[in-house]
T-cell receptor, first 111, second 114 residues
Framework: KAGVTQTPRYLIKTRGQQVTLSCSPI?????VSWYQQTPGQGLQFLFE???????NKGNFPGRFSGRQFSNSRSEMNVSTLELGDSALYLC??????????FGPGTRLTVL | QQQVKQSPQSLIVQKGGIPIINCAYE??????FPWYQQFPGKGPALLIA?????SEKKEGRFTISFNKSAKQFSLHIMDSQPGDSATYFC?????????????FGTGTRLTIIP
């Protein structure tokens, strides 16, 4: 089975811009979660989608949003980028949260 | 609010030694405690996990010790090898009416020196 794929792998944006990240889960997985990883904070949960519905949400501002399509692919959008949004954004898919399978991440740099 | 506290932040151990990474939690509703291993440039991968009704679980060279009364759990790596050098994250899951959410510790960067 192919693993979780994320595109793009690297992104450089400037403050104020917006960005969209994409995640394709493992075939058959309907749950997709997004995390922000930074050196100081570790993995911070952003949100989880299941069958096109947001099921859980972390403590991030409304600038961070996501959606899931009928084929379980998911996108994450960050609007009005700030310097502090520079991070590795990880997507994970699962059948249950017993085992989350992570993608390689998208490295976002905000200048 | 950091619900899972992980220590140390970094750890250097000689090959063959036994690195120990500790995690503590507060919420007694957590019902599943996995450990993830992350190599540079890769996403985290599930290493080993334990449920709170078990005090110890061993898989190969990796062992989780779980102390329910102290609300602490730890990862031990026996006969550590340079290939074990990675960042390790503990996590705790809470299940609420079918919704499950993982909370991660801040990670431990482990270096095994030859």
């Amino acid at each position: 089975k192919a693993g979780v794929t994320q595109t793009p792998r690297y992104l450089i944006k400037t403050r104020g811009q917006q960005v969209t990240l994409s995640c394709s889960p493992i075939s058959g997985h309907r749950s997709v979660s997004w995390y922000q990883q930074t050196p100081g904070q570790g993995l911070q949960f952003l949100f989880e989608y299941f069958s096109e519905t947001q099921r859980n949400k972390g403590n991030f501002p409304g600038r961070f949003s996501g959606r899931q399509f009928s084929n379980s692919r998911s996108e994450m959008n960050v609007s009005t980028l700030e310097l502090g949004d520079s991070a590795l954004y990880l997507c994970a898919s699962s059948l249950r949260t017993d085992t989350q399978y992570f993608g390689p991440g998208t490295r976002l740099t905000v200048l | 609010q950091q619900q899972v506290k992980q220590s140390p932040q970094s750890l250097i151990v000689q090959k063959g030694g036994i690195p120990i990474i500790n995690c503590a939690y507060e919420n007694t509703a957590f019902d599943y405690f996995p450990w993830y291993q992350q190599f540079p440039g890769k996403g985290p991968a599930l290493l080993i996990a334990i449920r709170p009704d078990v005090s110890e679980k061993k898989e190969g060279r990796f062992t989780i010790s779980f102390n329910k009364s102290a609300k602490q759990f730890s990862l031990h790596i026996m006969d550590s090898q340079p290939g074990d050098s990675a960042t390790y994250f503990c996590a705790a899951r809470i299940s609420n009416f079918g919704n499950e959410k993982l909370t991660f510790g801040t990670g431990t960067r482990l270096t095994i020196i030859p």
